[in-house]
């Protein structure tokens, strides 16, 4: 898994709302989901985006206060200690007050969701001013996202661009996403469709699928005339052929989504394929989604299964998420099994190292309200013992 910042960034897909009442979205609803508004939802009160800290390697990056914060962390994760959100976030507030700078964004972290203190978004956005300050990437996301939103500060849109780009400049491709997000609709700077596709393509580039798709439909908008796609097409199949990753999963998606290409899920399944038999977790991941679509493949529960499978065995949190949905209804060949469904529920709230951990805790808790506390002690148990099977870094 990448690595992260300690605090993972708040919301800020559409797509983060997609609850296992729902019906299945195939990959293509999420894209243009996702693409049509980045920001437009405030995150769900209750719950952490992508789990607060994510590795222990940052826990001396920013500053003092490395000890105390390393212990917050433990809480945090009850890693060696139990678990106890409000002892995190004591330790977390020794290591902000030395100006450990992972350590005030975790405070405001915490102070946002309310674990382990009451919510106050004022001080949320006070422990994340301190914290983007000293340039702190992820913390100046979440700044962002607070004069995004107004929540802590009065809503202000100019201020918002001002530290999504600080946060943009260090290569972040969230807040390379937002800034996109933001020339794309004029909101803080101004409406200008060119540095849209310039911030969207950073943040696709580093494999943003999202940014992939909102660059797609501001080509196909009809505003890209001077942009060669047909060369750009023809130049992602030739490495695709030649047995490249990442342009078999962008053919992929190109395919997907029509972009460029006639739509073709059969072309774009055969693409991800490639990519997924070279043992990668995104395209196992939406092949998966693909054969999962009945719209797309008729009677494909089984495949997309196994697809699912091998990703979230790798630790893609995605997978393991859908997995938990599939688990928690049951049909279309699944038994359901409330118990097998919070395992992985659990195991990518665990993990979230992506920015859609809101919806993988919501899931988590309302499947939790179904099990007995001993069912959940021993799937939480399953949990530590998959985590150390797969000798991923210790969250």
């Known amino acids: 898994m990448s690595e992260k910042h300690d605090i993972q960034r708040l919301p800020t897909q559409g797509?983060?709302?997609?609850?296992?009442?729902?019906?299945?979205?195939?990959?293509?609803?999420?894209?243009?989901?996702?693409?049509?508004?980045?920001?437009?939802?405030?995150?769900?009160?209750?719950?952490?985006?992508?789990?607060?800290?994510?590795?222990?390697?940052?826990?001396?990056?920013h500053g003092d206060g490395s000890m105390e914060y390393?212990?917050?962390?433990?809480?945090?994760?009850?890693?060696?200690?139990?678990?106890?959100?409000?002892?995190?976030?004591?330790?977390?507030?020794?290591?902000?007050?030395?100006?450990?700078?992972?350590?005030?964004?975790?405070?405001?972290y915490s102070y946002y969701y309310g674990?382990?203190?009451?919510?106050?978004?004022?001080?949320?956005?006070?422990?994340?001013?301190?914290?983007?300050?000293?340039?702190?990437?992820?913390?100046?996301?979440?700044?962002?996202?607070?004069?995004?939103?107004?929540?802590?500060?009065?809503?202000?849109?100019?201020?918002?661009?001002?530290?999504?780009?600080?946060?943009?400049?260090?290569?972040?491709?969230?807040?390379e996403h937002s800034m996109g997000f933001l020339f794309e609709h004029g909101?803080?700077?101004?409406?200008?469709?060119?540095?849209?596709?310039?911030?969207?393509?950073?943040?696709?580039?580093?494999?943003?699928?999202?940014?992939?798709?909102?660059?797609?439909?501001?080509?196909?908008?009809g505003e890209a005339a001077s942009y060669d796609y047909v060369e750009a097409v023809a130049r992602t199949r030739t490495a695709a052929e030649q047995g490249e990753i990442k342009a078999q999963k962008d053919l992929g998606l190109a395919y997907a989504i029509g972009q460029d290409?006639?739509?073709?899920?059969?072309?774009?399944?055969?693409?991800?394929?490639?990519?997924?038999?070279?043992?990668?977790?995104?395209?196992?991941?939406?092949?998966?989604?693909f054969h999962l679509d009945e719209s797309i493949f008729h009677a494909g529960t089984t495949e997309g299964i196994s697809w699912m499978t091998k990703a979230a065995e790798q630790g893609f949190d995605e997978a393991q998420f859908e997995l938990g949905l599939l688990y928690s209804r049951g049909g279309n060949g699944v038994e359901q099994d409330n118990a097998e469904a919070f395992f992985w529920f659990e195991l990518a709230a665990t993990g979230m190292t992506r920015s859609t951990g809101e919806k993988f805790v919501e899931a988590r808790d309302v499947?939790?309200?179904?099990?007995?506390?001993?069912?959940?002690?021993?799937?939480?148990q399953r949990v530590h013992k998959w985590l150390e099977r797969h000798s991923l870094p210790q969250r």
Do not use: C
Request: glycine share 10%; proline share 4%; no cysteine.
């Open 15 to 61: 797509e983060l709302s997609i609850t296992p009442s729902e019906p299945r979205s195939s990959l293509i609803a999420r894209g243009r989901n996702d693409a049509s508004s980045i920001l437009a939802r405030k995150p769900e009160p209750k719950l952490p985006a992508e789990g607060g800290p994510a590795n222990k390697s940052d826990l001396a990056s």
């Open 70 to 108: 390393s212990r917050g962390y433990s809480y945090y994760r009850g890693l060696g200690v139990p678990q106890d959100y409000s002892a995190a976030v004591d330790w977390f507030r020794k290591a902000a007050e030395q100006g450990h700078a992972g350590a005030q964004n975790s405070l405001g």
């Open 115 to 175: 674990e382990g203190v009451s919510r106050d978004y004022v001080e949320a956005a006070t422990w994340f001013r301190r914290a983007a300050e000293q340039g702190h990437a992820g913390a100046q996301i979440n700044l962002g996202h607070a004069y995004y939103h107004g929540e802590g500060v009065s809503t202000d849109y100019t201020k918002a661009a001002v530290w999504y780009r600080k946060s943009a400049d260090q290569g972040e491709a969230d807040a």
């Open 187 to 221: 909101l803080g700077v101004p409406e200008d469709p060119e540095m849209s596709r310039t911030w969207y393509r950073k943040a696709a580039g580093q494999g943003r699928v999202s940014s992939q798709f909102s660059l797609g439909m501001l080509f196909n908008v």
């Open 261 to 289: 290409v006639p739509q073709d899920y059969a072309q774009a399944a055969i693409w991800y394929r490639k990519a997924a038999n070279q043992g990668d977790a995104k395209a196992q991941f939406y092949l998966g989604l």
């Open 367 to 380: 499947t939790a309200e179904k099990l007995s506390l001993a069912q959940q002690f021993e799937q939480r």
